[in-house]
């Protein structure tokens, strides 16, 4: 099964705290799997931890979460070596992809040697639905900001693009996060974007922005563009609500 257009469901959240593992499944994510419209079986998710060096005990966490949620799982890792022989043909092979975070810029940069972004793009065109957090959002846009480089945020802007848009993620949780995407907008660094408070998501269907979703009442996703003055204009966006 695919979804019926190219679908990204790009978030700062995705996952709640778990009382039996470490995270559980949360609204975000249960609803990117949804989309890929999977009946009569269970739905085949593919995990990436690419951005944070595919730790072993953050694809634990993902076996957990899946055997909880009923997923059938499975995970692509690039670290000490690819563990499948063909990348493109696995990520075709899943309903849902999903991209944890960590470092977008080591992400990009091990994707961008293994051929990862183009067997992503094959991916999205066939109608499987992408997903992730952080990092796992940032990196289906041109760019935004990142921790990746110190603890001083700096731009990236080697996204995969498969969304025109920048993106901004923790918007509301990381006192840099605001201020700097407001900023790089504005000098034209980075194009016109969108940014989530922790705890929401952006859906696109093709190159559009459709809807903004959030598991936390309260949070919001945001537009931010360069206004006519060259100064930022953020516009805060109707944000739906998921139950879970």
């Known amino acids: 099964m695919t979804a019926d257009a190219p679908t990204i469901l790009a978030t700062s959240g995705g996952v709640v705290p778990s009382a039996r593992h470490r995270w559980s499944v949360g609204p975000l994510t249960r609803y990117a799997v949804d989309l890929a419209g999977v009946e009569g079986r269970a739905p085949r ?57 960590g470092s977008v810029a080591g992400l990009l940069a091990m994707w961008e ?8 793009r094959a991916a ?10 952080s990092a796992g959002s940032l990196c289906w846009h041109t760019g935004g900001t990142t921790d990746s480089f ?13 969304v025109p848009y920048s993106n901004g993620v923790h918007y509301d949780s990381e006192e840099q996060r605001r201020p700097l995407f407001q900023e790089l907008v504005a000098e034209g660094v980075l194009p016109t974007g969108y940014a989530t ?17 959030t598991e936390e009442d309260g949070k919001a996703a945001y537009r931010v563009e360069r206004g ?14 998921l139950r879970s």
Request: hydrophobic letters at 45%; glycine letters at 12%.
């Open 113 to 120: 040697l293994h051929g990862v972004g183009e067997a992503m």
């Open 228 to 241: 006519p003055d060259g100064r930022a204009v953020e516009t805060r966006l109707d944000t739906r609500l």
């Open 197 to 213: 408070d922790d705890g929401v998501g952006l859906l696109y269907r093709g190159t559009e922005l459709v809807e903004a979703l």
């Open 45 to 101: 998710v593919c995990f990436l931890a690419t951005a944070c060096g595919d730790q072993p005990a953050v694809l634990r966490d993902f076996y957990d979460m899946a055997q909880e949620a009923g997923f059938h799982g499975n995970h692509l890792q690039l670290f000490p070596m690819p563990n499948v022989p063909d990348i493109r043909a696995h990520l075709l092979a899943q309903d849902v992809i999903w991209v944890w975070g």
């Open 150 to 162: 110190g603890p001083d945020l700096r731009p990236v802007t080697n996204g995969l693009g498969l």
């Open 124 to 133: 999205w065109e066939a109608g499987v639905v992408l997903t992730g957090v």
